[in-house]
């Protein structure tokens, strides 16, 4: 009787350097995109996006015809967080940031503060892991999803938390919602006394003792929140937050809203 082979397996490490040596290399690439708003070129590689993703599987299904194939232009997602992507397809791992170098970032669903009108437009710094994460939704990457949503759960503080809230709402995230809501709440309140429990894998959100209670209600990140991502934070039982800071809040929100949707009138009319 044969005996059964037996797969072994080289070094990883030197298999991963030689991948992520090809993400945005031209040599043999198959396939340009151009991408964000900026207009980026990148290359790749088609066989093997379509392996290791259905969202290109599907967009790069026909075979390209004779001469130079024309880019694949992907105008919503920035370059830097389309390279990110592009280095986990061809790694299965991939540097995440908090802050990206790009200069502008694109719409989380939320409200813009600038002449896009209703679209958010993320100001430097750009939150590089919620526009990854955006990218991992939209693209059906399970697995990079799941990091970016535990790296985010890891850095969440008063700057990032309206900004996540609104990716949450946006995209039906409703743990990380529940998350983002939970830590809103616990900053809002008194600093009460900590007690230790012995019970294993419990993760407690609690109060800063040296926090703002209004801290978050004056981040940009609260000001561009959508209605549906503003309704759920209002509707919270446990908010602590002083009613007349709560009632200026809410007419900054609506001032910016109305000044937005001004700009956004503005430029449809040249």
């Avoid at 694949?72 to 592009?86: C, D, G, I, K, M």
């Avoid at 703002?212 to 509707?235: K, W, Y």
């Avoid at 009613?243 to 929100?253: G, I, K, Y």
Wanted: charged residues 20%; negative net charge.
């Amino acid at each position: 009787m044969e005996t059964p082979g037996l797969v072994v397996h080289g070094e990883a490490e030197p298999f991963s350097t030689a991948l992520r040596s090809l993400v945005n290399n031209r040599l043999y690439s198959d396939v340009r995109f151009v991408v964000g708003q900026e207009q980026q070129e990148v290359f790749a590689h088609r066989c093997l996006l379509a392996c290791r993703c259905n969202f290109f599987q599907r967009l790069l299904g026909q075979e390209p015809g004779p001469g130079v194939p024309s880019p694949v232009v992907l105008s919503t997602v920035p370059a830097e967080a389309f390279l990110a992507v592009l280095e986990f397809l061809y790694t299965n791992s991939v540097k995440l940031q908090r802050h990206s170098v790009s200069p502008v970032g694109r719409g989380l669903g939320g409200r813009g503060t600038g002449a896009e009108g209703t679209a958010l437009r993320l100001q430097p710094p750009t939150l590089q892991v919620l526009e990854v994460l955006t990218a991992a939704v939209e693209y059906g990457l399970e697995e990079l999803r799941e990091l970016c949503l535990e790296f985010v759960v890891k850095m969440l503080d008063v700057e990032l938390v309206c900004e996540t809230l609104q990716v949450a709402v946006t995209f039906g995230l409703g743990p990380l919602q529940e998350h983002c809501i939970a830590f809103i709440e616990a900053h809002s309140q008194v600093q009460l006394p900590i007690f230790i429990l012995p019970i294993p894998h419990l993760i407690l959100l609690l109060p800063d003792p040296f926090s703002d209670p209004q801290e978050v209600l004056r981040t940009r990140g609260f000001l561009e929140l959508s209605a549906p991502a503003l309704l759920s934070l209002l509707r919270s039982d446990n908010l602590c937050v002083d009613e007349a800071e709560l009632v200026l809040a809410a007419r900054s929100w609506a001032r910016v809203g109305a000044v937005s949707r001004a700009k956004g009138s503005a430029g449809l009319g040249r």
